[in-house]
DNA sequence: ATGAAACTTCAAGTACGCTTGAAGTCAAGG
DNA sequence: CCTTGACTTCAAGCGTACTTGAAGTTTCAT
């Protein structure tokens, strides 16, 4: 049993694209060892970080977060089950927050249709923390954000 | 009063930089009168019709889906209020379904955490639906999407 | 030894939801 | 009348998260 991997099989059994694999790595989200010839190598050990980054994009996190989550495991060695619950608490927090987010939401909806006061500025829940309006260009989150 | 209104006091109004709002009704989205010189005047109510923009992306719409909701609404009158109010309905659902989809999150977590298993496909949790996955290229969903 | 499959880098493309800038027109106050 | 600000269109840019393609190299099975 081989101690490393190829990029082609850890993308088979992440479920994760080679090349987002290699944006990854640019990224600075995982490493890779390298053969004289320039190929990756991958410790196995790098499919839990993967499924980590996987996990908190579905949670909403963006790569830069995820990286800066994940710059909090011990770099000298590998990382054990409790650091890894260590980082997965932030997240529920973020989880949590987004619920909330969510059902204050549709209990407003509810509020500002009975009331007939979807209106603008008006309505306490068009702007409050406006968590939608970013800095500059790019696409509007659609998740919202936490604050 | 007047009855028409300027894309700077809509910008105003509504919060939504005049820029937007152009690109919404290059959209679709809302539609403007102009004047004989070919500036936009808006008739109030489509602050309303801004005011459901904001809200539906919050909740996590895309403006495609968002416009197929403004669709439903009647062409040859304003829209009233109860008009407004099944619109509304579907969005409830589509919140309902995002807080599921996060509780599960959540839950599986903390299951996975705690049982160690916070690795690809083993664990039900990496995968299930797959809703970030989407087709070609593009940003993956934050927010995740509804089936 | 050879041909296919897998790998490499680098540049450019893609979808979304806008913003920004250029170049020009229009409206309103002094 | 003239300036200032608000408006117009159109094209290009931006940030995120990648994918795709070109052009070349390496690995591996036959």
Redo the contacts between chains.
Sequence with gaps: MNEEITIGELSA???VAASALRYYEERGLIRSLRTSSGHRRYPRHV??R???V??A????L?LDEIGAELDKLPENRAPR?DD??KL?RS??AH??A??TE??R??EG??EC?GC?C????R?R???PG????RFGPG??????KPG
Tied chains: 1, 2.
């Design positions: 059994r992440s479920g499919l839990r993967i499924a980590f996987v996990f994009q579905k949670v909403g963006t089950r890894w619950a997965s997240w529920r989880i949590d987004r619920i969510l059902e939401l549709k909806l509810t249709i007939g979807l209106s603008m500025q309505c829940l068009a702007n406006d968590r939608a309006a696409p509007r989150l659609l998740a919202g």
